[in-house]
């Protein structure tokens, strides 16, 4: 009977014979039991409560008297005009009307009480706060990507240097730090590791002089016995010029200390070099060749070297000297080498400031990061501090770019027009020795006194034409991609590239070599149709840093797509030839 009862209730289920319908719920009798909408006077968020906004203002609905939508302009601009009154008082405030000053503390806190703070550069250093330093930095594009930065110094009295060094800067003339000294100096008073990147001309050379010298300072002076054992710093830089300006800037900085350096590069007499480091040197400035040339001769060791500069990294890189680099920095012993782990650096490079026991220190400057020098970084240094100055591998701000489309038959026309309207001393860039000896002749003829500077020349007559052009003898340096690392020449306004470089690196260094220092420059570049290679970074380049691309560039295929890439050109407009 059961069996029965309940195929029929399956039957009439699934033929639809079921004549009850369920019964809908509604959502109000679904949840009453839910929800207690008795609520307190108290728990009533509609009243503002905040006594700020217990008057509040009100547009002037002014109907009839001739205004726009019923709000009378001129009755709200007086409005505003009578408040701007008004707070500008309150600014000026902290003087009495007697002309009596209020005393520091009661005229600060009434100037905070109306919501005026002072400027980070108005500040004494104990007020600073992270705020302030953040804003710091961005005044400055000084940029922390990473690692433990301490806060930038804004003068050089809050760098806490030796005064021998500050002696040697108020000789100097250096007024005040640039960006990267900012940052970079008191890094190194923390014998912390460092990389730095920052466009040429940013005072690298300074930002990392300071700090190995007022650590050299802090050793015991080379004498006999101890100079076997070779020195205590090394600086390693591409370029033989580079290298001679930096051992020139370490001579001025310590006229007034003990301390002696020297320099080994190639084209000079092996001998020389290796009776000056037997001498006795706390620092040793070299190019990777020369260096590794004495190390293998067995005329240096760097047993006792405990603070190594890589200047000009992705230039080291560049000229193949990757290799090279790592054999030199192998030839350092490890055994002073700090912990990879943060916690543990810390203390040691701690124990170093106390004098404790010497770790080795290493920075890295250069103006871009590529793979190799990510590489070398990771293998040497040990937990770094990461600044950069702008973003890595633009150009610097105080340069206008001026870039020009000519035939190869207009360029020299072009450019006695820019020289006639130019100041010396002027570079002018080209990208073949013969060519640099044809041109300079033509400048010459009219009326110029021009200098040639290329790798063709002995040692000599570079660093003569170098120090010609620097003492004003000469007016105009001719030059290769030569000239573009390690040549600091004052007072430098104008950069013309009569040939335009291979690459968007090239250009960023020739164009370095002026506004320097915080001044303004100017670069001009003749670009042909020999150059489409460079035109897809060189356009990017102009447009990141706010500088004027000419048409003929900016419609140019060429700018459309990197050279090099796989899909140069769409395989939807390629044409095929039936063969």
Same mark, same amino acid.
């Given at each position: 009977?059961?069996?029965?009862?309940?195929?029929?209730?399956?039957?009439?289920?699934?033929?639809?014979?079921?004549?009850?319908?369920?019964?809908?719920?509604?959502?109000?009798?679904?949840?009453?039991?839910?929800?207690?909408?008795?609520?307190?006077?108290?728990?009533?968020?509609?009243?503002?409560?905040?006594?700020?906004?217990?008057?509040?203002?009100?547009?002037?609905?002014?109907?009839?008297?001739?205004?726009?939508?019923?709000?009378?302009?001129?009755?709200?601009?007086?409005?505003?005009?009578?408040?701007?009154?008004?707070?500008?008082?309150?600014?000026?405030?902290?003087?009495?009307?007697?002309?009596?000053?209020?005393?520091?503390?009661?005229?600060?806190?009434?100037?905070?009480?109306?919501?005026?703070?002072?400027?980070?550069?108005? %500040?004494?250093?104990?007020?600073?706060?992270?705020?302030?330093?953040?804003?710091?930095?961005?005044?400055?594009?000084?940029?922390?990507?990473?690692?433990? +930065?301490?806060?930038?110094?804004?003068?050089?009295?809050?760098?806490?240097?030796?005064?021998?060094?500050?002696?040697?800067?108020?000789?100097?003339?250096?007024?005040?730090?640039?960006?990267?000294?900012?940052?970079?100096?008191?890094?190194?008073?923390?014998?912390?590791?460092?990389?730095?990147?920052?466009?040429?001309?940013?005072?690298?050379?300074?930002?990392?002089?300071?700090?190995?010298?007022?650590?050299?300072?802090?050793?015991?002076?080379?004498?006999?016995?101890?100079?076997?054992?070779?020195?205590?710093?090394?600086?390693?830089?591409?370029?033989?010029?580079?290298?001679?300006?930096?051992?020139?800037?370490?001579? %001025?900085?310590?006229?007034?200390?003990?301390?002696?350096?020297?320099?080994?590069?190639?084209?000079?007499?092996?001998?020389?070099?290796?009776?000056?480091?037997? %001498?006795?040197?706390?620092?040793?400035?070299?190019?990777?060749?020369?260096?590794?040339?004495?190390?293998?001769?067995?005329?240096?060791?760097?047993?006792?070297?405990?603070?190594?500069?890589?200047?000009?990294?992705?230039?080291?890189?560049?000229?193949?000297?990757?290799?090279?680099?790592?054999?030199?920095?192998?030839?350092?012993?490890?055994?002073?080498?700090?912990?990879?782990?943060?916690?543990?650096?810390?203390?040691?490079?701690?124990?170093?400031?106390?004098?404790?026991?010497?770790?080795?220190?290493?920075?890295?400057?250069?103006?871009?990061?590529?793979?190799?020098?990510?590489?070398?970084?990771?293998?040497?240094?040990?937990?770094?501090?990461?600044?950069?100055?702008?973003?890595?591998?633009?150009?610097?701000?105080?340069?206008?770019?001026?870039?020009?489309?000519?035939?190869?038959?207009?360029?020299?026309?072009?450019?006695?027009?820019?020289?006639?309207?130019?100041?010396?001393?002027?570079?002018?860039?080209?990208?073949?020795?013969?060519? +640099?000896?044809?041109?300079?002749?033509?400048?010459?003829?009219?009326?110029?006194?021009?200098?040639?500077?290329?790798?063709?020349?002995?040692?000599?007559?570079?660093?003569?034409?170098?120090?010609?052009?620097?003492? %004003?003898?000469?007016?105009?340096?001719?030059?290769?991609?030569?000239?573009?690392?390690?040549?600091?020449?004052?007072?430098?306004?104008?950069?013309?590239?009569?040939?335009?470089?291979?690459?968007?690196?090239?250009? +960023?260094?020739?164009?370095?070599?002026?506004?320097?220092?915080?001044?303004?420059?100017?670069?001009?570049?003749?670009?042909?149709?020999?150059?489409?290679?460079?035109?897809?970074?060189?356009?990017?380049?102009?447009?990141?840093?706010?500088?004027?691309?000419?048409?003929?560039?900016?419609?140019?295929?060429?700018?459309?797509?990197?050279?090099?890439?796989?899909?140069?050109?769409?395989?939807?407009?390629?044409?095929?030839?039936?063969?």
């Amino acid at each position: 009977m059961i069996e029965e009862q309940e195929i029929n209730d399956i039957k009439n289920q699934k033929l639809g014979l079921n004549k009850e319908k369920r019964r809908l719920q509604k959502p109000s009798e679904k949840f009453r039991n839910n929800f207690n909408f008795e609520w307190d006077a108290s728990e009533d968020t509609s009243v503002d409560t905040n006594p700020l906004y217990a008057h509040r203002q009100s547009a002037n609905l002014l109907f009839g008297k001739g205004t726009i939508a019923g709000f009378d302009q001129q009755e709200q601009e007086k409005r505003t005009i009578e408040y701007e009154d008004a707070l500008r008082k309150a600014r000026n405030m902290s003087e009495e009307p007697n002309g009596e000053q209020k005393p520091d503390g009661e005229r600060r806190h009434k100037r905070l009480e109306l919501g005026h703070t002072k400027h980070w550069s108005e %500040k004494p250093l104990s007020d600073m706060t992270e705020r302030d330093w953040r804003i710091l930095r961005e005044d400055h594009e000084i940029i922390i990507k990473g690692g433990r +930065v301490p806060p930038p110094v804004r003068s050089w009295e809050e760098a806490k240097l030796p005064s021998f060094i500050m002696k040697s800067i108020k000789e100097l003339d250096y007024k005040k730090p640039t960006s990267i000294q900012m940052q970079a100096i008191p890094v190194g008073g923390l014998r912390r590791d460092l990389i730095g990147l920052a466009p040429t001309g940013s005072g690298k050379t300074v930002a990392f002089l300071l700090p190995i010298i007022a650590y050299l300072n802090t050793l015991p002076p080379i004498n006999n016995d101890t100079a076997e054992d070779g020195p205590y710093g090394l600086i390693i830089t591409p370029t033989r010029e580079l290298a001679n300006q930096i051992h020139a800037d370490f001579v %001025k900085l310590t006229a007034h200390t003990r301390l002696r350096s020297t320099v080994i590069v190639g084209g000079k007499s092996i001998e020389e070099q290796a009776f000056n480091i037997r %001498k006795g040197i706390e620092l040793l400035v070299s190019t990777p060749g020369r260096l590794k040339d004495a190390l293998e001769s067995r005329y240096l060791v760097l047993n006792q070297c405990s603070y190594v500069v890589i200047d000009e990294a992705d230039r080291l890189m560049e000229m193949g000297f990757e290799e090279t680099l790592e054999y030199i920095l192998d030839a350092i012993p490890a055994t002073n080498l700090k912990s990879d782990r943060e916690d543990l650096a810390e203390l040691q490079e701690q124990k170093a400031q106390q004098g404790e026991v010497t770790y080795r220190i290493t920075h890295m400057f250069s103006a871009t990061m590529p793979p190799q020098v990510e590489k070398i970084a990771r293998r040497y240094l040990r937990c770094p501090s990461y600044i950069s100055i702008g973003e890595p591998g633009t150009g610097k701000k105080d340069i206008d770019q001026i870039v020009e489309f000519l035939t190869e038959g207009e360029k020299k026309h072009r450019l006695k027009f820019y020289m006639d309207r130019a100041e010396p001393p002027i570079i002018v860039f080209l990208n073949e020795k013969r060519a +640099v000896e044809i041109l300079a002749k033509t400048i010459e003829n009219w009326g110029w006194k021009p200098v040639i500077y290329h790798g063709g020349r002995s040692q000599e007559q570079r660093e003569a034409a170098i120090e010609g052009f620097k003492s %004003k003898k000469y007016d105009v340096l001719v030059t290769t991609d030569l000239g573009q690392r390690g040549l600091d020449v004052e007072g430098v306004k104008y950069v013309i590239n009569f040939d335009a470089p291979k690459d968007i690196s090239s250009f +960023v260094h020739r164009t370095g070599r002026t506004g320097r220092a915080g001044k303004k420059g100017t670069a001009i570049t003749f670009l042909t149709g020999k150059n489409e290679d460079l035109f897809f970074d060189l356009k990017n380049f102009l447009t990141q840093n706010g500088q004027k691309v000419p048409e003929e560039l900016s419609d140019h295929p060429a700018t459309k797509v990197k050279p090099g890439t796989v899909d140069a050109v769409p395989r939807r407009k390629q044409v095929i030839y039936a063969q």
